[in-house]
């Protein structure tokens, strides 16, 4: 697995030192696993960036299943050093949408529409957005009138226990059949 990143810039060099530094560990079991996934356009959602103690942004690495069941995985230094072609890198954040559900969004950074992801994450920090296509965002109508919910669960606690529960490692069947292991 992966942490923060204390510079925000990101070389190679950089990330091979973050994807070493993580050594997560879940602190409270009652947790409700919370999934990792994009927003769905025109889906308004409001952001919260995932942080440590020194508001240095969690940096993780995942692979993106591009056939059924689609889904974000959390993977560890080693998949992501083996499957480079099929992972990215992203900054993590707690997210809420109109109906207070909850996911985290890992927001891509070595992609080529990365800037477009970073400024709606960035704007749905202080207020509802949405993305429409063609990288459009779309702006409140009376949605700011709604306060989200935010999980009472400190966000630390609620990516450890993600994190412990989601992450693939060699013995996902994904990863076993990217990586050639019938």
Do not use: H
Not at 60 to 69: G, I, S, T, V, Y
Request: hydrophobic share 35%; proline share 6%.
């Amino acid at each position: 697995m992966s942490t923060y990143v204390k510079k925000m810039s990101f070389d190679e060099k950089t990330v091979q030192k973050v994807l070493k530094e993580t050594n997560f560990k879940t602190t409270n079991k009652k947790n409700r696993v919370t999934k990792f996934r994009f927003p769905k356009t025109r889906e308004f959602i409001r952001t919260k960036i995932m942080a440590n103690e020194n508001d240095n942004p969690y940096i993780l690495a995942f692979l993106r299943n591009d056939c059924p069941p689609y889904q974000i995985l959390p993977v560890q230094q080693d998949i992501y050093e083996e499957l480079s072609d099929k992972c990215f890198l992203a900054k993590i954040y707690l997210t809420v949408n109109l109906q207070q559900n909850v996911f985290i969004w890992p927001v891509k950074i070595n992609y080529q529409g990365a800037a477009f992801y970073n400024d709606f994450a960035s704007r749905a920090e202080t207020e509802w957005v949405a993305y429409i296509q063609g990288n459009k965002i779309i702006g409140p109508k009376n949605e700011n009138k709604i306060k989200p919910k935010w999980p009472r669960l400190d966000p630390r606690a609620i990516l450890e226990e993600s994190l412990e529960k989601l992450t693939a490692d060699k013995e996902d069947p994904i990863i076993r059949n990217w990586l050639g292991i019938i």
